[in-house]
Nanobody, 127 residues
Framework: DVQLVESGGGSVQAGGSLKLTCSAT????????WGWFRQAPGKDREGVAA???????HYADSVKDRFTVTLDNAKDTVYLQMYDLKPEDTATYYC??????????????????????YGQGTQVTSP
């Protein structure tokens, strides 16, 4: 089975930057959406960003202009560059491949399909 391996989380002061990486353990050969979502303790899961080859990326309003998602199809790897981190960005971040996305009123929703893959999560803390 395809597995997604995440890295790059950590703790950084408010205003700092981090870059998350999510790589598939084998070629997925897909043109579907990759997505990042996050979940803080006691809060609902929140879609952060989504991207697929040949299309404009999508962002939640809460991270727009601060986060950048990129995709390297040749490496089956997606990145999330985070700038100007805020305390409210503190959460466990997960990547997912082959997700269904929906956007409404600045909220990005990521939904699982029958063949969605998930990463194990990586902690981002910005006190």
């Amino acid at each position: 089975d395809v597995q997604l391996v995440e890295s790059g989380g950590g703790s950084v002061q408010a205003g700092g930057s981090l870059k998350l990486t999510c790589s598939a353990t084998e070629s997925t050969c897909g043109t579907y959406y990759w997505g990042w979502f996050r979940q803080a303790p006691g809060k609902d899961r929140e879609g952060v960003a989504a991207i697929r080859s040949g299309a404009e990326p999508h962002y939640a309003d809460s991270v727009k202009d601060r986060f950048t998602v990129t995709l390297d199809n040749a490496k089956d790897t997606v990145y999330l560059q985070m700038y100007d981190l805020k305390p409210e960005d503190t959460a466990t971040y997960y990547c997912a491949a082959n997700v269904i996305i929906a956007t409404m009123n600045g909220i990005l929703s990521l939904h699982a399909g029958p063949d969605t893959y998930y990463g194990q999560g990586t902690q981002v803390t910005s006190p």
